[in-house]
């Protein structure tokens, strides 16, 4: 029941700026961190940013300053502002959220089906 949906990938030029869009839908009863993962080709995904529902935020060092997370609790979406944008940034982009279908049940955790951001120099 529950989608993570992605979007606002793209292609962009080095320097440039992107911003990416994530919505859950369905029957979610509570969500709590929601964050953005990238995997480029060859490599294993990586966190890239996290988001409590407090606003409580978390980056990995190779974006801190250049990507801005943010969340709309009331829209079950989180963003992820991409400015600065380098080649290494190209990769697919994952939403994920750890929610709660319901009350009686754990938390746990959801994927997006991912977005392709690709950086050209």
């Known amino acids: 029941q529950v989608q993570l949906v992605e979007s606002g990938g793209g292609l962009v030029q080095a320097g440039g700026s992107l911003r990416l869009s994530c919505a859950a839908s369905?029957?979610?009863?509570?969500?709590?961190?929601m964050g953005w993962y990238r995997q480029a080709p060859g490599k294993q995904r990586e966190l890239v940013a996290t988001i409590t529902t407090g606003g409580s935020t978390n980056y990995a060092d190779s974006v801190k300053g250049r990507f801005t997370i943010s969340r709309d609790n009331a829209k079950n979406t989180v963003y992820l502002q991409m400015g600065s944008l380098k080649p290494e940034d190209t990769a697919v982009y994952y939403c994920?959220?750890?929610?709660?279908?319901?009350?009686?049940?754990?938390?746990?955790?959801?994927w997006g089906q991912g977005t392709q951001v690709t950086v050209s120099s």
């Open positions: 994920h959220a750890d929610l709660r279908p319901d009350s009686s049940t754990f938390y746990y955790g959801t």
């Open positions: 369905g029957s979610i009863f509570s969500i709590n961190a």
